[in-house]
């Protein structure tokens, strides 16, 4: 699934495209993936301009004039893809938006993605951007810490929790732990205050250094190019099961953390 570093790519590389664009016309050709947030029809954008594009956890902000906003989550499979990077194939092909001068299609083979329009001034209630918590970015550590010693389950779980913090997923979780030296398993409640501060730092650092390598593509995930992402070459722990950890050497290991496969080096995680 794409994650933070996916996401704010994907907004950032579409952005520097579409906007200031005129939408000609927009069709939705799954209804399944319409999310019922009682408002308006994708077919309502024609007409408005995109002015920009931001991200809100996983979610893709499209911000338009009159008053309009368009959100789609990506979900497991989900590509908005643009210009020459579209496909031939159109058999996953859910919805399209014409620009002025660019289409931008959306595919997704399991169709687990979510996409509406609503008023922007109403975009806070959204049933699932109002129950997001707050960004990695606009924590402190402090209040990073704080929020996570109310938590009475394992770190990686917690860290996985849109409620508390809004973004990281299975990778970066993984990452992010190994960069602070903290095992998965601990209780969150349990964690020392200074060890969740180093936490949040080595958040930010796994994040700012994954968008600047423009994600990570271990499943389906392509930026708004249609191309690879690079943090794959530069994963640590994640999916390196039995490969040696790049600090001591030793096997790192993989467990089932509630529900999640979750990797790890026992020795210098503690
Ligand atoms: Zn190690």
């Known amino acids: 699934m794409p994650e933070l570093p996916e996401v704010e790519t994907i907004a950032r590389d579409l952005a520097s495209i ?8 927009a069709k939705l050709i799954t209804a399944a993936i319409r999310e019922d947030c009682g408002y ?3 077919s309502s954008l024609k007409g408005k ?21 368009m959100i789609c989550h990506l979900k497991m499979t989900g590509q908005l893809l643009i210009r020459k990077n579209t496909r031939p194939d159109k058999k996953h092909l859910h919805f399209y938006i014409e620009f002025t001068k660019d289409k931008l299609e959306y595919y997704d083979v399991r169709k687990f993605g979510r996409v509406c329009v609503i008023k922007e001034n109403n975009l806070e209630k959204h049933p699932r951007l109002q129950k997001l918590g707050p960004e990695p970015f606009a924590l402190t550590p402090d209040l990073f810490a704080k929020l996570i010693k109310k938590r009475n389950k394992a770190i990686k779980t917690a ?30 409640g349990k964690i020392s205050t200074a060890r969740l501060k180093q936490l949040h730092r080595s958040i930010i650092k796994v994040l700012e250094y994954a968008i600047n390598n423009r994600g990570t593509s271990v499943d389906d995930y392509l930026d ?12 640590k722990v994640y999916g390196k099961t039995g490969q040696a950890c790049p600090n001591c050497g030793k096997p790192i290991k993989r467990i089932v953390l509630g529900g999640r496969s979750t990797h790890y080096c026992s020795i210098c995680q503690r």
Not at 49 to 69: D, E, P, Q, V, Y
Not at 224 to 235: E, K, P
């Open 18 to 25: 579409l906007t200031g664009q005129e939408v000609k016309r």
């Open 40 to 42: 308006k029809n994708l």
């Open 49 to 69: 301009c995109l002015n920009s594009i931001s991200r809100r956890g996983k979610n893709l902000i499209f911000h338009f004039s009159g008053n309009t906003a």
């Open 159 to 188: 860290l996985l929790d849109q409620e508390i913090c809004a973004g990281l997923g299975n990778i970066y979780a993984d990452e992010s732990l190994f960069d602070a030296s903290i095992r998965p398993t601990l209780k969150a």
């Open 224 to 235: 708004g190019f249609g191309q690879s992402g690079n943090f794959q070459n530069l994963l």
